[in-house]
Each structure stands twice: as C-alpha cells, then as structure tokens.
C-alpha cells in the first residue's frame, strides 16, 4: 500500500469524522467549522486523486465563502444553538440513514471498473493562474472590493445593533 493510499484513506475518515460531528453537533458554530475541516479534508482527497484544480476551487469557493458567510449569518443571528423543528429531533437516525448510503456507494464502488487516472496537464494550473492574474485581473480585483465590502457591512450592522 503506498503513502498516498493511506493519506487517502485518512482524509476519508477524517472527513467522515467531521460530518458526522457536523450534523450530531448541538452548536451552529461547532457544526460551521466540523463543515470547513470536511470542505478541507475532501480537497485533500481532490488533490491525491491529482485534481489540482478541483481542489484549490474546493478551498476558495466552499471553505473560504461558503463556510465564512455561514459565519457570517451565525454572527448576525440572536442565538447559536439548533433549535429542533417541529419537536421531532432525529439527528442520529439521519446520520445513521445517511452512512448507510454512503457505505452501499462505497461497496457499489470497490467493484467497479474506473478508467486509470489521467497524467497531469502541466499547463492548466499555471495558465489559470496567469489568466486570473493577467487578463482578468480588474474583474478579480473587483470582486475582492465587493466581498471586503460586505464584510464591513455585515460588521457596521452588528456594531450599530449592539449599541
């Protein structure tokens, strides 16, 4: 067994491991971050499994603007703790419901038939790079600019609501 089958294998229980915390968790805040060490540990599977790009668009899109906006809300709002709906709280059996799918994936998948991975296009991370870097510089500058202008907002309405 080589070291990248192990790691793989870790990142796999590790992300298993955080979703099950995530959804069993009591606390919005704890559950926000079992979702980001999740987003994480599947980008860490992404890149094993030589998705270089994947995994970097998994990091910036899903860990650094899912999970902060959900800590956003989390921050805007009164209360950080679930409240059940409608007094029915079955978060185990879900959990439970949801693993057993994932193990029947996952034995449906040890006897397929993939397609050997394909080599590495040596170019495509570099000319992404000098693409955003490059020619779309002023729409990613821009972008930057409106998402450092939420933040301000989002705090200037926390600050003026605690006063």
Known sequence: MMA???LFVVFGVIAA???LYGVLTRYLLRSIVALGAFLTAVAGEFYLLAADFVAMVQIFVYVGGI???MLFAL???TSGERQPLAGSDR???SALL???LGGMLVWASVGAKFPAVLDRLPASVPYLGR???GEQLFAFEFLGVILL???VTALALVRSERL
């Open 98 to 100: 949801a693993y057993a």
């Open 4 to 6: 990248s089958d192990v």
């Open 149 to 151: 202008a939420a933040v």
């Open 17 to 19: 491991a955080c979703a």
């Open 67 to 69: 999970v902060v906006l």
């Open 131 to 133: 693409a955003l870097l």
């Open 91 to 93: 978060r185990g059996l």
């Open 75 to 77: 921050m805007l709002s």
